[in-house]
């Protein structure tokens, strides 16, 4: 079965300052998805980027930004210019490459943005 | 487009008591999954149904759940009878076929309270 591992339940960063969530996971797949989702505290699940695992380019969405590290079975998340409206819970996700596979969660992190 | 609409968004009831929540998905979307999450066990699929035919209820707790899609744009998630330890939120998710990166799209959730 897939695990999802985030080992940092809290981070803070400053305003305007870079922040890197971490994430590694456990799989026997080659072809897979990852996922961040976003949960502010009104708990929507925001999808923040996604990674296709055969896709060696890491994906980038305006200042969020993500390492991944396949071999390492890594997966982290950068947020640049960290803004208040980001403090939020982040979610790791995998998701297997067949269809309707479910998504596999981690912990979360617990991201504060101190102004 | 409207996104996932869940209701209720809060519900307060008593032990023993059945409960409903319901799930609109989104217009389209051929693949939907129920999670519950608690600070205790995260976030955990409960059952998922593709064509409106459940396909895999193995992480529904015990007989007290059950899940319904009568149709393309309606489920609903019942406990009968309710026990305290159901409190979470449950979130409803939809998507599209469920291949590759297309990712989940979540609901609010249902904020669950059993006293």
């Known amino acids: 079965a897939q695990t999802v591992t985030q080992s940092q339940p809290e981070m803070s960063v400053q305003e305007a300052e870079t922040v890197t969530l971490s994430c590694t996971y456990d799989?026997?797949?080659?072809?897979?998805?990852l996922f961040w989702y976003k949960q502010p505290p009104s708990r929507q699940m925001i999808l923040v980027i996604r990674?296709?695992?055969?896709?060696?380019q890491n994906a980038t969405e305006n200042r969020f930004s993500v390492n991944f590290q396949k071999a390492a079975k890594s997966f982290s998340l950068k947020i640049s210019d960290s803004q208040l409206g980001d403090a939020a819970m982040y979610f790791c996700?995998?998701?297997?490459?067949?269809?309707?596979?479910?998504?596999?969660f981690g912990e979360g992190t617990q991201l504060t943005v101190n102004p | 487009d409207a996104g996932v609409i869940q209701s209720p968004r809060h519900e307060v009831t008593e032990m023993g008591q059945e409960v409903t929540l319901r799930c609109k998905p989104i217009?389209?979307?051929?693949?939907l999954f129920w999670y519950r999450q608690t600070m205790m066990r995260g976030l955990e699929l409960l059952i998922y149904?593709?064509?409106?035919?459940?396909?895999?209820d193995s992480g529904m707790p015990e007989d007290r759940f059950s899940a319904k899609m009568p149709n393309a744009s309606f489920s609903t998630l019942k406990i009968q009878p309710s026990e305290p330890r159901d409190s979470a939120v449950y979130f409803c998710?939809?998507?599209?076929?469920?291949?590759?990166?297309?990712?989940?799209?979540f609901g609010d959730g249902t904020r669950l309270s059993i006293l």
């Open positions: 149904f593709n064509n409106n035919v459940p396909i895999d």
């Open positions: 996700a995998y998701k297997r490459e067949t269809s309707g596979s479910r998504l596999t």
């Open positions: 217009s389209g979307h051929d693949y």
């Open positions: 990674q296709e695992a055969y896709k060696q």
């Open positions: 998710a939809s998507s599209f076929r469920g291949l590759g990166n297309q990712p989940q799209h």
């Open positions: 799989t026997s797949e080659s072809d897979y998805y």
